[in-house]
């Protein structure tokens, strides 16, 4: 039986628990650490060589690196996450605001665009009424 691969029932189901919540952990942990090595590089305020010191700690000593590094410079790391949400969001709207005003013309472009046809007479006088209503509505 020693060569018989095991099956689905040979696995207890907290064995599954556990497997599954050690892997969680894992890949929590990678996240974690990649989120500080880019918060590291990220921060304008620290020079070269304190960056070059946090980087090291955190790759020689993770686990106590990480540690660290949440409880000294923490609360600066969220400032950081707000002040880019903050930046991104207001180039997001500037974005926005710019392409919408560029899309569509104005009222008053649409208008000076449908009295130009009107004045050339491609359009009557009832045409231009009924597309003005649309316009104003």
Do not use: C, N
């Amino acid at each position: 039986m020693d060569g018989l691969m095991p099956l689905a029932y040979d696995y207890p189901l907290l064995g599954v628990f556990w497997t599954t919540l050690i892997i969680f952990l894992w890949v929590l942990w990678f996240f974690l650490l990649f989120k500080i090595i880019v918060d590291i590089f990220r921060d304008h305020e620290m020079g070269g060589w304190g960056k070059a010191g946090w980087l090291i700690f955190v790759i020689i000593l993770p686990f106590l690196g990480v540690f660290v590094y949440l409880l000294a410079r923490g609360k600066g790391m969220a400032q950081r996450d707000m002040r880019d949400m903050k930046e991104q969001q207001q180039m997001m709207d500037s974005y926005i605001r710019e392409t919408a005003g560029t899309a569509g013309a104005s009222q008053v472009d649409q208008l000076a665009k449908l009295s130009e046809i009107r004045a050339k007479g491609d359009i009557t006088d009832e045409e231009f009424q009924a597309a003005k209503k649309r316009i104003l509505q």
